[in-house]
């Protein structure tokens, strides 16, 4: 939890010396750059400064893990001082903006760049610890969707470890391999984080997306009025609708790998499904009713061991009956 508040007392040393950039907060401004003739990218421009939304992503896994409660005690602390850091870099960027030894700097990165000298060893520690974070945030979520893939039969079953009390806690080994081996190569292919935020812009809009679709099935599987659902649905689509548009323009700059990664899982979900469908054609289901005096018969003897009487099948489903 240091790193939040070097976050934010990083941004308000920069801060105060421009308290006009508070205006930023207005909604008004970016609307007046989005449609001024000045800019140029016209609607795309949104690409650009849609990483700065996708924190919130992080809600779905942290909900669940960490629990309503804390998300709700701990999200304005969090906001208060992201917002303390942004408008300090913005304060900066005033400041310097006429600077040509600045003007000339490729990739500048203000957040670092703005700290005191001596804070900047600080800066990169609390940047590392936060990817590291980050990551952890990536590995839980993707035991869990995996986990709950396993469960609907849209994937292959895996070896999953509870190393914690929680059900939630969860270690997929062959899952962790993966991740490690995919982000590995993306790593090398890409070696630059400016390069990589393409292919991740345009997975978290298609992610928002999806959410937004799923919101709007459960809604209706759960009675809500179809106008509710339509109307929710429809508010969130639009917002994120246009946030997609302008990350389409990304796709050739490394959007391209997120969606072939996208299309690699859904290949293998899609032909795991195919294959449970072929089975469940094929498998013939028995009335367990009808063996009952058999199996009483065999309980009943004698010669045969315990272990050979009395044992448990783990099925998938249980309808008064046994698959075989």
Not at 102 to 130: H, K, R
Not at 158 to 183: A, D, E, H, R
Not at 195 to 210: D, F, V, W
Request: charged content about 10%; hydrophobic content about 50%.
């Amino acid at each position: 939890m240091l790193g939040l508040p070097f976050l934010g007392i990083a941004g308000l040393l920069n801060f105060v010396g421009a308290w006009t950039v508070i205006r930023a907060l207005n909604p008004y401004y970016a609307l007046k750059v989005l449609f001024s003739p000045e800019n140029k990218a016209g609607i795309f421009i949104l690409g650009s400064v849609f990483l700065a939304t996708t924190g919130a992503k992080a809600l779905y896994s942290d909900l669940g893990h960490a629990g309503l409660a804390n998300i709700r005690a701990s999200w304005p602390y969090i906001k208060i001082c992201l917002t303390l850091n942004y408008l300090g870099q913005a304060a900066w960027l005033l400041k310097v903006g006429n600077n040509p030894n600045y003007q000339e700097v490729e990739d500048l990165n203000p957040f670092f760049v703005m700290l005191p000298e001596s804070w900047l060893v600080f800066g990169v520690l609390f940047a590392t610890v936060a990817a590291v974070i980050a990551s952890q945030a990536l590995i839980s979520g993707s035991f869990s969707m995996v986990s709950e893939a396993i469960k609907l039969r849209l994937l292959p079953r895996l070896k999953i470890l509870y190393p914690g009390s929680s059900v939630g806690q969860m270690y997929i080994p062959t899952i962790n391999v993966l991740l490690w081996l995919v982000t590995s190569c993306v790593v090398i292919a890409f070696r630059t984080s400016a390069r990589m935020e393409a292919a991740y812009g345009l997975s978290i809009t298609n992610t928002m997306l999806m959410t937004t679709i799923l919101l709007h099935a459960y809604l209706v599987q759960i009675g809500q009025p179809k106008i509710v659902a339509h109307t929710l649905t429809l508010f969130f689509a639009m917002i994120e609708g246009i946030f997609f548009i302008s990350s389409i323009t990304k796709f050739f700059h490394g959007g391209y790998v997120a969606v072939i990664i996208a299309t690699v899982i859904l290949f293998i979900m899609v032909i795991w499904q195919w294959g449970n469908q072929i089975e469940a054609k094929t498998e013939d289901s028995i009335d367990l009713n009808d063996y009952l005096d058999q199996i009483c018969e065999s309980r009943s003897d004698t010669f045969l061991s315990l272990d050979q009487t009395n044992v448990v099948f783990l099925v998938s489903h249980m309808n008064n009956s046994i698959i075989g």
